[in-house]
């Protein structure tokens, strides 16, 4: 659906975008993850064909963003930042006029934003003014626009931002279920989004992706440094003597935890899984094991060990 190749998009004095390529399937949800500044929006503008790149090539759905940009605007509906809203209109009002901008019927116009009326949580807003609204229902209002011409492709800039706990949710069920019939790309520099909505994470930094990636992926790529953490009742002092003999274990911390319980975190040698060789361990010397789970790398571990050599290099 997106393929990208060597994009660049300099402003003056600036490098926004810096030589970056990637693909998107069809039917993916693939979430654009970086910090404010990173260059997230220039490459969703570019992507839109909101603003020209400086170079490289950038294709939707088979068309040239920049010689075909007709026919790749027919398939993309996308939502910035700041949604440019028409605060005077009425909500149903101001989504037949979108509809009919992008090309639907009269008939087909108003089938349609009553369907996404529906699927953003509008129904009840039809007659009121947009420039009433919270920011919550703007946000719906914008996503709805994106969507009414039943697009291939939705870009979404930010799509959750000012919206409290309970509309952050129902906007996140909307667009996982988007998955398969459209493809996503979303753009957000809040780590939890990318986790419960993509399927797969760009991860942006200075203007570059430094990597590409299913979260899953990411996680086993870091399995290596993954702590197996384990509470165990036994004399501290065997703990210790028991785990400086254990040739798989690389450091070992042993804090007191509750009642006769040690929590020990054990740091493998070369990424081996020491689950198997604790629970053999606990076995022989029959003390008791109350918990034996290996760590798990967040989003936030990922995103800032794929970002340290770049993050020191500008420092």
Partial sequence: MIEVSNLTKRYAGRT????ISFTVARGEIVGLLGPNGAGKSTTMRVLSGFMPATSGTVRVAGFDVFHDADETRRRI????ENNPLYPEMRVREY?????????????KSRERVTTVMEQCGLADA??????????GY?????LADALVHDPELIILDEPTIGLDPQQIRSVRTLIKSLAGKHTVLISTHILPEVEMMCGRVLIMFGGRVLASDTPENLQRRMAGGSQIIAEIAAPESALRTAFENLPEVEQFDITAADGNFFRCALTPRGG????????????????TLRELTRSRHSLEDIYM????????AVE
Avoid: C, N
């Fill in 272 to 287: 081996t899984d020491l689950r198997a060789a604790i629970f053999a361990l606990v076995q022989q010397h029959g003390w």
């Fill in 126 to 135: 039809g007659r009121r003014v947009i420039g009433q609204l919270s920011k």
């Fill in 77 to 80: 509906g996308y939502m910035p």
């Fill in 138 to 142: 703007k946000q719906r209002v914008g």
């Fill in 305 to 312: 060990q794929v970002t340290r050599p770049t993050t020191e």
């Fill in 95 to 107: 989504l037949k006029f979108r509809a009919r901008l992008k090309g639907l019927g009269w008939k």
């Fill in 16 to 19: 926004a975008v810096d030589d």
